[in-house]
């Protein structure tokens, strides 16, 4: 496979979070100030989406290139432990379980190491490389939305066989359920491959999306999820991949794919809020990613960063999956990277937005 194809599978999207300092600090909701009200249970976190959530469930598909299982990826996880998280550490969906005090870590509901316990605090359905529309998981030989559909319909008969059915109820129920999905729509389906272009133009794409982005969700409902937050697309433009691509010379933020984004965005937190209005009991909330990704990006020294348009991983503008490998060197001080391949960021930028998407989000959920 070609290093320009390469580019088009994994996920791209650059939703991040931290703290303050270092790659290793906790992120509790006490640190943020965050109060659940003493009536409230959040007994599990359950995630679906690409690979900017994803922790492991691609690691036994070998057809794939979203695939990240080997090093330099996890240089600074537990000891330096590639475990196929698209990271240089801790991806977000680990940093919510985290910043919820339910364990340490997310783990991949594909692992063949899972333990019954481990359901009962929730999993993690995402893959590297999937969208909304369902080609793009077609593309990228990944298992797509609906097929992490399929494995969450037997995770709830797995949890009912361990704890019953009034207890799976419960747990589903209250739940915290992220959604994180359409940047590999938009920046590789659409803009990169061209393979939508001969069919929509934008603002038909974005409706197409946002018709399979709503299906799922009812869906989500209809299983019994109430507590939904919804990711909306990142400045994408602005990843550095992306930036190679279709930045021009200077390698400036591809503007047409940022407006795509944004147009998306806008139809996705519509339906967003029209879901949480008419289906009864629901706490659907849409999380705004573009916004303060672009920030950090953009006022990336206010944040302690020093180099925000390149990876840490080889030269920082393409090297993503396999092309970001043992053979590539590396930033001396991940720490400095807003991302850490062209398409990921590092956990201390992932430790970044969410501290902001909680504290702006968060109540919404209660």
């Known amino acids: 496979m070609d290093a320009a194809r390469a580019i088009v599978l994994p996920c791209i999207l650059c939703y991040i979070l931290m703290c303050n300092d270092s790659v290793g600090e906790d992120l509790t909701l006490k640190q943020m100030k965050l109060k659940i009200p003493a009536n409230v249970s959040v007994p599990a976190v359950i995630v679906f989406g690409d690979s900017i959530v994803d922790t492991g469930n691609n690691n036994n598909n070998f057809i794939t290139f979203a695939r990240c299982n080997f090093l330099p990826y996890g240089i600074d996880f537990q000891g330096g432990r590639a475990t196929g998280r698209f990271s240089n550490g801790k991806v977000p969906a680990d940093l919510v379980v985290e910043a919820f005090g339910i364990k340490e870590l997310l783990p991949p509901y594909m692992d063949p190491s899972l333990e019954p316990n481990d359901l009962l605090t929730g999993v993690n359905f995402a893959a590297g490389g999937v969208g909304y529309d369902p080609l793009t998981s077609e593309v990228a030989a990944v298992e797509s939305l609906s097929d992490q559909m399929e494995q969450f319909k ?110 998306f965005n806008s139809k996705l937190s519509a339906e967003t809020n029209h879901l949480r209005h008419t ?88």
Not at 175 to 195: E, K
Not at 196 to 224: I, M, W
Not at 255 to 263: D, R
Not at 338 to 349: G, K, L, M
């Open 154 to 263: 037997g995770y709830i008969e797995k949890l009912k066989g361990i704890v019953g059915e009034k207890r799976t109820n419960f747990i589903i129920s209250n739940s915290l359920i992220l959604v994180v999905a359409g940047s590999n729509d938009i920046s590789s389906t659409y803009f990169v491959s061209g393979i939508r272009k001969l069919h929509f133009d934008v603002p038909s794409y974005t409706d197409f999306l946002l018709n399979h982005a709503s299906q799922f969700f009812k869906e989500l409902y209809g299983l019994g999820a109430r507590r939904i937050g919804v990711f909306g697309v990142p400045a994408i433009g602005c990843v550095p991949s992306q930036r190679t691509i279709g930045g021009g010379i200077g390698r400036h933020c591809a503007e047409n794919q940022n407006q795509a984004a944004e147009l």
């Open 279 to 366: 289906l009864p009991n629901s706490k659907f909330v849409y999380i705004d990613v573009y916004n303060p990704l672009l920030d950090i990006i953009t006022n990336s020294n206010k944040y302690g960063f020093e180099v925000a348009d390149k990876g840490c991983c080889g030269t920082g503008l393409v090297e993503v999956t396999k092309l970001c490998n043992k053979f590539q060197r590396t930033c001396t001080d991940t720490s400095k990277y807003v991302f850490w391949d062209s398409y990921h960021p590092t956990e201390r930028a992932n430790r970044i937005l969410l501290q902001q998407l909680l504290t702006q989000s968060a109540s919404g959920f209660f």
